[in-house]
């Protein structure tokens, strides 16, 4: 009996998590992006984010190996010295995972909350794409009909947004000129904000489904896994650091603009992934479902008031497609058809075999 509460709190647990961590990451970053002062570069928010990353994962995997410096030591040569193909293998996602979060900030900056979270669900249609493409995997129909609705959705949204941004571009340039402290802030371009949440989407399904094809292919942890590739993204994040922004970083420094906000979502960054890869395991697609439904949902409701977002009856219908596509894509046939039975350790999934038991 208290094993069923125990997982029943921790199924819960999860939810809120995921929900909060959803919801607020993508509202971080658009008001990180566009707040008065001075702009912090996007680029070196995502290598920090890596070095957040590698030190929490570098510490749980110390925890893995009881903590002895020696077997923590072994263990890190082992899998990643003396190892170099298997590392190599991990240099594909870390260059992806680095362009998607750059563009991530890309897409902020220019689309607003909401329209960037319910945007952002078309990873769920690329992940499909390279699933059966590179993993071999057949969709249920259902599941077709929901990357439909998805697409459906996104741009009922898109064009609520435009046909937003036509009638209220007079006031933009009206508050423009009274607001004068903001000019430090890009200009606004929905179609680059756009382009860019469709970059990091298709990058998000292909990294995803290639990052669970070598899981799958080794016996290495998620922490270890996170470890290679942090300790591989950083080489790439100091390149796009100075391609992109060398001469900014030479001129204002590395950590212009920063300040306890940009730390925290740095942070908040870092450790969503982390977090998710922890609270997966107790969540199934419908919690998952709901929890993402529960972060446009509330995305939509802070915007209203951090952003003056204007809720119209068209992204709410698109906003709704979105959802529904949600659970649909969770939704198994075969799987409500059986009768439930008493959960074993032998019959986990794959996903949570990969991952740490806690």
């Given at each position: ?20 961590q ?6 971080s970053?658009?008001?990180a992006?566009?707040r ?6 996007s680029s070196?928010?995502?290598l920090?984010?890596e070095?957040?990353?590698l ?8 925890n893995e190996e009881?903590k ?10 082992k899998?990643?010295?003396a ?7 991990v ?15 890309v ?9 960037y979270q ?37 741009v009922?949204v ?16 009206t ?17 680059l904000?756009?382009w860019a ?5 298709f ?8 990052f669970?094809?070598i ?9 270890m ?5 942090s300790?591989?993204?950083i080489?790439?994040?100091?390149i ?17 603009g920063?300040?306890v ?5 740095v ?9 998710v890869?922890?609270?997966?395991k107790?969540?199934?697609n419908?919690?998952?479902?709901f929890?993402?439904s ?9 915007s ?5 977002f ?6 709410s219908?698109?906003?709704m ?17 059986v ?17 740490p038991?806690?």
């Amino acid at each position: 009996m208290n094993i069923h509460v125990n997982a029943n709190t921790l199924k819960y647990i999860s939810l809120l998590t995921l929900t909060l961590q959803n919801a607020i990451l993508g509202l971080s970053m658009r008001y990180a992006r566009t707040r008065p002062g001075d702009i912090f570069l996007s680029s070196t928010a995502v290598l920090m984010a890596e070095f957040a990353k590698l030190i929490t994962c570098l510490v749980l995997v110390f925890n893995e190996e009881g903590k002895d410096a020696q077997r923590f030591v072994r263990s890190l040569h082992k899998t990643i010295i003396a190892n170099p193909t298997d590392t190599l293998k991990v240099c594909v996602p870390s260059l992806v995972y680095i362009v998607q979060n750059n563009l991530l900030y890309v897409s902020a900056s220019h689309l607003d909350a909401a329209t960037y979270q319910v945007t952002y669900q078309l990873k769920i249609l690329t992940t499909a794409m390279f699933a059966v493409v590179i993993l071999r995997r057949r969709l249920f129909s259902t599941q077709w009909g929901a990357l439909v609705l998805l697409v459906l959705g996104i741009v009922l949204v898109q064009l609520a947004q435009t046909d937003g941004v036509s009638g209220s571009s007079s006031g933009a340039a009206t508050a423009a000129t009274t607001l004068p402290t903001i000019s430090a802030q890009p200009a606004q371009n929905r179609m680059l904000g756009l382009w860019a949440a469709l970059g990091a989407c298709f990058l998000s399904g292909f990294a995803g489904i290639y990052f669970e094809k070598i899981l799958k292919g080794a016996e290495i942890s998620v922490w270890m896994r996170n470890v290679q590739l942090s300790l591989l993204s950083i080489p790439f994040g100091l390149i796009t650091c100075f391609v992109n922004d060398g001469s900014r970083i030479f001129n204002m420094g590395f950590f212009h603009g920063y300040d306890v906000f940009v730390w925290y979502l740095v942070l908040l960054q870092a450790g969503g992934g982390l977090i998710v890869a922890v609270v997966v395991k107790y969540a199934d697609n419908i919690l998952k479902g709901f929890a993402t439904s529960l972060a446009i949902i509330i995305s939509c409701i802070a915007s209203i008031y951090i952003f003056n977002f204007n809720l119209t009856l068209q992204f709410s219908a698109g906003a709704m497609l979105v959802i529904a596509s949600i659970f649909l894509y969770g939704y198994d046939p075969a799987r409500s058809a059986v009768k439930p039975t008493t959960h074993t350790g032998s019959g986990a999934s794959d996903a949570e075999k990969l991952l740490p038991r806690v």
